[in-house]
């Protein structure tokens, strides 16, 4: 037992100050600093609002996304895309029959991506972000194109996901945009309430209160248009800090408070009970990205097993890929592919490692553990997952450089995949692990939020939704674009 006899109280290194209280004006709020938060906040303020962010973060760091992002999905109206923004939506909406189209959120939100999101990646360009291969390190290779110099991922054949070559530092470079346009930032402070004409449940939103999580002082705010964007309930299921960290695939500090405060103030809930199961929560799992893997970041890496036998790739129809390039490509007769069988409907599943690989490694013809092999690939592709897609996934720059700094060589080194029951060999980040089944995540894709509109308001006059805030979640470019829509549509909002 630990001796505390001579241990002294740290004292709390911040001045508090719970009798303070200030007043705040502001045309925009905007609740929840984020990639959405941010995007948000740039663009109300690009229209001449006065705008205010309110985080109970770092904004420079805050967020899902405040890591970085090495894909962009959705970026139907690059030049180089072979799919438009309209077909794109009818494809998915016919593959998925749901509300929700994955990581690509609801109907509407994914349609409001498929048309703005290359906009939203130009956007952090100008303010920065290198997106391109302008130092032609991948010249030649077949998912760059050679005279935009944008890069690929996944289907190499209509090109509508962007591989973002600088996507660590992207929070930095919107933080720095927000200052250019003189935002107001408000870093920890909790927003606690929405605040509504006369107090009353369902009234027009005028506002929001908050709360300095380092001094106590309490603040309200006055906005003429407000807009959630603090993400959905992720952190509610594994308390323990020591089960987070590397180990959690969204912040851990996302606790859901913008939809109680939604719901509070009279905003109607959609699709409330929808959850998705917590596998990519709390210590059963791995470093995210951190292990072998073929899937999403690390696609279509080879893998062999523990006596260097390749498992083989196989498109939607089982018809083996005898190529590395092959697997960047729909199948005969196929529109395009979504990255993630078996999740994906028959029309956009894309290749795959053999379905049957659970069986085979149980009948001893596969014997584990496996290993990405690296070595194995192109060196186009080899450095292109270990060098350009790891470094600027996010939460993921930490791997890259302990391991680098470790010895790991992606040109000799091969990184073992975790050993597991066989029927986890299916599709799956193999770095999930196996959490608890009552772990859940509530809305990366799947779960439920405010309804919103068109303009992306919520039932309530005055409230906008952004992000993972909307039902059915999203991804990072999700969030980008569905924050410069509401952004915009809050700032009109507010000159009526």
């Given at each position: 037992m630990m001796n505390t006899e001579n241990l002294q109280a740290m004292e709390w290194p911040y001045p508090v100050d719970y009798e303070k209280e200030n007043r705040v004006k502001a045309d925009v709020l905007v609740l929840g600093g984020g990639i959405a938060g941010c995007h948000a906040a740039i663009n109300a303020a690009r229209r001449g609002a006065r705008v205010v962010v309110v985080d109970k973060g770092a904004v420079r760091r805050s967020g899902s996304g405040g890591a970085g992002v090495d894909h962009w999905h959705l970026a139907c109206t690059n030049p180089c895309s072979r799919i438009s923004p309209e077909e794109m939506v009818e494809v998915l909406g016919k593959a998925f029959k749901d509300y929700f189209y994955l990581e690509f959120g609801n109907a509407m939100t994914s349609y409001i991506t498929a048309r703005e999101s290359y906009d939203a990646l130009l956007d952090c360009e100008q303010m920065g972000v290198k997106v391109r291969d302008v130092d032609d390190e991948f010249a030649g290779a077949e998912f760059r194109d050679e005279e935009t110099k944008l890069m690929f991922a996944y289907d190499y054949e209509n090109r509508f996901v962007i591989r973002v070559n600088g996507g660590t530092d992207i929070k930095v470079a919107l933080y720095r945009e927000l200052k250019r346009l003189h935002v107001t930032i408000f870093d920890h402070v909790m927003a606690t309430s929405l605040l509504t004409e006369g107090g009353r449940q369902g009234a027009r939103v005028v506002g929001a209160t908050?709360?300095?999580?380092?001094?106590?002082?309490?603040?309200?705010?006055?906005?003429?248009?407000?807009?959630?964007?603090?993400?959905?309930?992720?952190?509610?299921?594994?308390?323990?800090?020591?089960?987070?960290?590397?180990?959690?695939?969204?912040?851990?500090?996302?606790?859901?408070?913008?939809?109680?405060?939604?719901?509070?103030?009279?905003?109607?809930?959609?699709?409330?009970?929808?959850?998705?199961?917590?596998?990519?929560?709390?210590?059963?799992?791995?470093?995210?990205?951190g292990v072998g893997n073929a899937h999403n970041t690390w696609f279509a890496c080879t893998i062999v097993d523990a006596e260097g036998r390749e498992i083989p790739w196989v498109d939607r129809d089982g018809n083996v890929l005898k190529t590395v390039p092959e697997r960047y490509r729909p199948a005969p007769g196929q529109r395009m592919f979504y990255y993630s069988p078996p999740l994906s409907p028959y029309d956009i599943s894309g290749p795959q490692l053999i379905p049957d690989l659970?069986?085979?490694?149980?009948?001893?013809?596969?014997?584990?553990?496996?290993?990405?092999?690296?070595?194995?690939?192109?060196?186009?592709?080899?450095?292109?997952?270990?060098?350009?897609?790891?470094?600027?996934?996010?939460?993921?720059?930490?791997?890259?450089?302990?391991?680098?700094?470790?010895?790991?060589?992606?040109?000799?080194?091969?990184?073992?995949?975790?050993?597991?029951?066989?029927?986890?060999?299916?599709?799956?980040?193999?770095?999930?692990?196996?959490?608890?089944?009552?772990?859940?995540?509530?809305?990366?894709?799947?779960?439920?939020?405010?309804?919103?509109?068109?303009?992306?308001?919520?039932?309530?006059?005055?409230?906008?939704?952004?992000?993972?805030?909307?039902?059915?979640?999203?991804?990072?470019?999700?969030?980008?674009?569905?924050?410069?829509?509401?952004?915009?549509?809050?700032?009109?909002?507010?000159?009526?």
């Amino acid at each position: 037992m630990m001796n505390t006899e001579n241990l002294q109280a740290m004292e709390w290194p911040y001045p508090v100050d719970y009798e303070k209280e200030n007043r705040v004006k502001a045309d925009v709020l905007v609740l929840g600093g984020g990639i959405a938060g941010c995007h948000a906040a740039i663009n109300a303020a690009r229209r001449g609002a006065r705008v205010v962010v309110v985080d109970k973060g770092a904004v420079r760091r805050s967020g899902s996304g405040g890591a970085g992002v090495d894909h962009w999905h959705l970026a139907c109206t690059n030049p180089c895309s072979r799919i438009s923004p309209e077909e794109m939506v009818e494809v998915l909406g016919k593959a998925f029959k749901d509300y929700f189209y994955l990581e690509f959120g609801n109907a509407m939100t994914s349609y409001i991506t498929a048309r703005e999101s290359y906009d939203a990646l130009l956007d952090c360009e100008q303010m920065g972000v290198k997106v391109r291969d302008v130092d032609d390190e991948f010249a030649g290779a077949e998912f760059r194109d050679e005279e935009t110099k944008l890069m690929f991922a996944y289907d190499y054949e209509n090109r509508f996901v962007i591989r973002v070559n600088g996507g660590t530092d992207i929070k930095v470079a919107l933080y720095r945009e927000l200052k250019r346009l003189h935002v107001t930032i408000f870093d920890h402070v909790m927003a606690t309430s929405l605040l509504t004409e006369g107090g009353r449940q369902g009234a027009r939103v005028v506002g929001a209160t908050g709360v300095n999580v380092r001094t106590g002082e309490f603040t309200t705010f006055e906005a003429k248009a407000t807009i959630i964007s603090m993400n959905a309930p992720t952190g509610l299921w594994a308390f323990s800090t020591e089960l987070g960290g590397t180990y959690t695939f969204q912040d851990p500090n996302n606790t859901g408070e913008g939809t109680a405060m939604a719901w509070r103030a009279g905003a109607e809930l959609t699709m409330m009970e929808r959850s998705t199961g917590g596998v990519m929560t709390g210590g059963f799992s791995y470093p995210m990205y951190g292990v072998g893997n073929a899937h999403n970041t690390w696609f279509a890496c080879t893998i062999v097993d523990a006596e260097g036998r390749e498992i083989p790739w196989v498109d939607r129809d089982g018809n083996v890929l005898k190529t590395v390039p092959e697997r960047y490509r729909p199948a005969p007769g196929q529109r395009m592919f979504y990255y993630s069988p078996p999740l994906s409907p028959y029309d956009i599943s894309g290749p795959q490692l053999i379905p049957d690989l659970p069986e085979r490694v149980a009948r001893g013809e596969f014997k584990l553990p496996l290993y990405a092999d690296l070595p194995g690939m192109p060196e186009h592709e080899r450095r292109a997952l270990w060098g350009l897609m790891i470094p600027h996934e996010g939460k993921c720059w930490i791997i890259y450089d302990t391991y680098t700094r470790a010895g790991f060589d992606p040109d000799r080194d091969m990184l073992q995949v975790p050993v597991m029951p066989p029927e986890q060999y299916v599709f799956s980040a193999w770095w999930m692990g196996m959490s608890p089944r009552q772990w859940r995540d509530g809305g990366f894709c799947g779960g439920g939020g405010p309804v919103i509109d068109w303009d992306l308001r919520t039932t309530l006059e005055g409230l906008y939704a952004a992000g993972c805030q909307t039902a059915a979640g999203g991804d990072h470019a999700t969030a980008a674009t569905t924050g410069r829509y509401a952004g915009r549509k809050a700032a009109a909002c507010a000159k009526t």
